[in-house]
Each structure stands twice: as structure tokens, then as C-alpha cells.
């Protein structure tokens, strides 16, 4: 009986998860110290120091352009539009994934990583070879009167599909490991499913629900490449920021251009902090989940 109530014993100290040296982990964090300052703090800290090298006023004269308004405008409204649409995706193939079986489970989430492995610009020429005037749909959306590429739609559309796995990858992992016993036992206790979901998974997922959110947001708005396929670069129409910021910058307007830029810059910023909190919020919420 002495042995089963022994206490067990605990090493004083850790042991270290590798054999090298503090010379070499110095080394490691050197390396990743000056690779972060070089590819990150250094092009943060050049868009700031640009965009107010002429002064406040030089700085703020750029936002009392029209395009600029104009840009500002529909990077918002199509975030808006495309942000919502990815997370009721998202939301539904995770909850499909992680809590069913079912035929063509495989290809669904190698098509929902799809957007990961093709290119922004391929992803836009998709569309332009759909929509476009001799695409596959363009006659038929002329003889309409419906205009989807250089349009808000066509923005719309490409931005969903480069920005449509955030939602779902960062779901599908966390409802796997929360598994299904708290709605099957929901259900047993007389709950419908769309009442289990609300009360019961809706709440276990809110924080990485939120997080994913975030970086949906986030690229939705950065989004260069699909967008500037299917844009057609109309000033003051269907520019975005990230294409305003090019125009600027090619006509060698600068101070403008970094200007704008540093409103992506400060989206980055803010993303980063949303991010860390997030996390922090998610791993206490994780560690609390396993406790109990």
C-alpha cells in the first residue's frame, strides 16, 4: 500500500530538447533575430519613414485624393462582402469534416486547400477565362447586360476564392480535437442540431473562429494579384489599395504611395497584436478544455 500512495518523483530540472551547445541556440536566435530585423522590422520601419519624409501635411494630402477615397472604399466593401461569405464556408465544410463521415470527405479538403497551392494570378485568370468576353460565359453575360470582370463582382469572386481556406483550415483541426461527445450528448437530452450547434460548438469554436476571422480579413484586403487580373486597373472604380499603391508608386509619387501603403502596414500591425491575443485567449482556452 506504501507504494501505491508513494509520491512520484519529478526531476529537478528539465532536461534541454536538443544537445547543442548555449554557442550554438545563441547562434540559432542571432540568425532569426537579424532575419525578422532585415525582412520585416526594416520594410515596416521604410514605409513609415517614407511616408512622412515630406511632413504630416505631404502625408495627409494623399488620403484628400478622390481615388485614394475610391480605393479605400472598395478594399472595405469587398472585405465586407467576401469575409462573411468565406466564414459561413468555412464554418459549414469544418463542421461537415470534423463531425461526419461521408463520400468525397478526401476531396473536399484537398479542394479547400486548393487556393494554397495556385497562384493569386493563375486564380484571377481563371476568371477572366470564365467571364471574360470570349470566355465560356462572357456571350451570355453580354447578351444579359451583366458585367462580372473590372467590375465589383468580379473583385468580389477572386478575393473569395484566395481567402476562402482561412476559416475553414483553422476550424476543421480544433473541432477534430474537441471531437463530438458534448453535442451528441446535447442531442440525447432532447437538443436539435441547430440548437447543439449554437449552445454547444459555437462556443467551444469562438476563438478560433475569431482568429480566423482575422487573417480572412486580413489577406482579403492585401490581396494584389488575383484582384489586379480581374480588376482592369479603372481609376477612382475598381482600384483596391494594394493597386492604388502601384499607380502612385509608378508615376513616382512616392510619399503617396507610402502613405496609402502604410494603411496596410497598420492593418499588419494591429493583425499581429489581434493575433497574439487571440492565441493567448485560444491556448488558455485550450489548456482550461483539457484540465477538465
Not at 116 to 122: G, K, L, M, Y
Request: charged letters at 10%.
Amino acid at each position: 500500500m506504501s507504494e501505491i500512495f508513494s509520491p512520484v518523483s519529478v526531476p529537478a530540472a528539465a532536461a534541454p530538447a536538443t544537445g547543442e551547445g548555449p554557442g550554438v541556440r545563441a547562434l540559432l536566435i542571432g540568425i532569426a533575430v537579424v532575419f525578422l530585423g532585415l525582412f520585416l522590422v526594416l520594410p515596416l520601419f521604410a514605409v513609415f519613414a517614407q511616408a512622412f519624409s515630406r511632413g504630416i501635411d505631404a502625408y495627409l494630402d494623399a488620403f484628400r485624393e478622390p481615388d485614394a477615397w475610391s480605393a479605400i472604399r472598395l478594399t472595405l466593401t469587398v472585405a465586407a462582402i467576401a469575409v462573411p461569405f468565406n466564414l459561413v464556408f468555412g464554418i459549414a465544410a469544418s463542421w461537415s469534416i470534423a463531425k461526419f463521415e461521408f463520400p468525397g470527405k478526401s476531396l473536399l479538403i484537398t479542394l479547400i486547400d486548393l487556393p494554397f497551392s495556385v497562384s493569386p494570378v493563375v486564380s484571377g485568370l481563371i476568371y477572366v477565362l470564365l467571364f471574360g468576353s470570349q470566355g465560356l460565359f462572357g456571350g451570355w453575360l453580354q447578351a444579359h447586360g451583366i458585367q462580372i470582370l473590372f467590375a465589383l463582382p468580379g473583385i468580389v469572386l477572386a478575393t473569395i476564392f484566395v481567402t476562402f481556406p482561412f476559416v475553414a483550415r483553422e476550424l476543421i483541426p480544433l473541432m477534430q480535437e474537441q471531437g463530438s461527445s458534448e453535442e451528441e450528448a446535447a442531442l440525447t437530452l432532447g437538443a436539435s442540431g441547430l440548437h447543439a450547434f449554437w449552445t454547444v460548438t459555437l462556443p467551444n469554436i469562438r476563438w478560433g473562429l475569431l482568429y480566423s476571422v482575422l487573417l480572412c480579413n486580413a489577406r482579403a484586403m492585401g490581396e494584389f494579384g488575383a484582384v489586379s487580373v480581374v480588376s482592369g486597373h479603372i481609376r477612382g472604380l475598381t482600384n483596391t489599395i494594394p493597386l492604388h499603391v502601384e499607380i502612385l508608386y509608378n508615376e513616382y509619387n512616392f510619399v503617396a504611395a507610402f502613405a496609402v501603403a502604410s494603411l496596410l502596414a497598420a492593418l499588419a500591425l494591429v493583425t499581429l497584436v489581434l493575433k497574439s491575443v487571440l492565441e493567448w485567449r485560444y491556448a488558455g482556452d485550450l489548456a482550461g478544455g483539457r484540465a477538465h
